[in-house]
């Protein structure tokens, strides 16, 4: 990929007679995009509009405002309809890719309806279904984003105390274990882990079949599974369980500092996102709490 790439950014100079401002943004875009497929082991010429999604919500993950994963989806989408033109690559993962919208923070909820129907997919009948309920259950009890989940080891979790310990670089939180989750995860760790590790050195909390650490690809896999098992039509990716997570909180009277902390936000204005989702939970708390509701 990277021969490609220089050969696109020489016809973006000299070709297209880009200025060096907008040369160094489609620079940045695809540099960090050929990192994440270098890091993930993914062919470029072999994506699939899925890979492209994944990378989205990667961007999404770490932070990435709308307007930078809407540019940087450009710049690829521009890098491999020149490398179709070339014959490089058949096909354009990028065609038919929404660019995400700008004005619009929060891209999906489920409705607990809906978080309800997913969860109960899973079932505990073999090893990977009791794993694949931990999981879904773990996510959507913490909120934590799938590259923290992921980077759980075992010793992170307190099973007895219903707790989860996140460290994000030299930062750390707590984040209680609901009994939904908490069960899922001692019938997980108990009855299921320990069967799917090959090496009883393995420090990871969940892991692949094959006994290795779970991947994002993985995790993504296995939500988008469950998700068209329980036919449901929105886009479910992890993060909108972690979406989901602060608004039903929210909504049902938690504390906006509270969610943020369990969040992770820095700052409170990322959480401050999710008080547009607040009206139809204030409702509700009138409805069940004002004696003249």
């Not at 608004?247 to 959480?271: E, R, V, W, Y």
Request: some cysteine; aromatic content about 8%; glycine content about 4%.
């Amino acid at each position: 990929m990277e021969k490609q790439l220089k050969q696109f950014f020489e016809f973006l100079e000299n070709g297209k007679k880009l200025s060096n401002n907008t040369l160094q943004s489609y620079r940045r875009d695809l540099t960090q995009f050929e990192a994440y497929l270098k890091e993930n082991k993914k062919n470029y010429s072999k994506l699939k509009s899925d890979d492209i999604r994944e990378y989205i919500e990667y961007l999404h993950e770490n932070g990435k405002k709308a307007s930078t994963i809407s540019r940087s989806l450009a710049s690829i989408r521009s890098f491999y309809q020149y490398e179709v033109k070339n014959r490089k690559v058949k096909n354009d993962p990028t065609e038919g890719i929404q660019s995400p919208k700008i004005e619009k923070r929060v891209p999906s909820v489920l409705t607990s309806k809906e978080v309800e129907l997913l969860l109960e997919q899973p079932k505990n009948v073999d090893l990977k279904g009791i794993r694949d309920k931990a999981m879904l259950e773990f996510a959507y009890a913490t909120g934590m984003r799938v590259t923290e989940i992921i980077s759980l080891n075992l010793d992170d979790v307190n099973l007895e105390e219903g707790y989860v310990t996140c460290k994000t670089g030299e930062k750390q939180r707590t984040i209680p274990l609901g009994q939904m989750s908490l069960k899922a995860l001692k019938e997980y760790v108990e009855n299921a882990r320990d069967y799917l590790i090959k090496d009883e050195e393995e420090k990871a909390l969940f892991v692949n079949i094959n006994g290795k650490r779970l991947t994002r690809q993985g995790f993504w896999k296995i939500i988008k599974y469950y998700k068209e098992q329980a036919h449901i039509t929105k886009d479910i990716t992890p993060h909108v369980l972690r979406h989901s997570f602060a608004t039903h909180l929210l909504q049902n009277g938690a504390d906006l500092k509270a969610i943020q902390l369990m969040l992770g936000h820095s700052d409170i204005s990322s959480t401050q996102v999710y008080m547009q989702f607040q009206n139809e939970g204030i409702k509700n708390v009138y409805r069940k709490a004002h004696p003249r509701a």
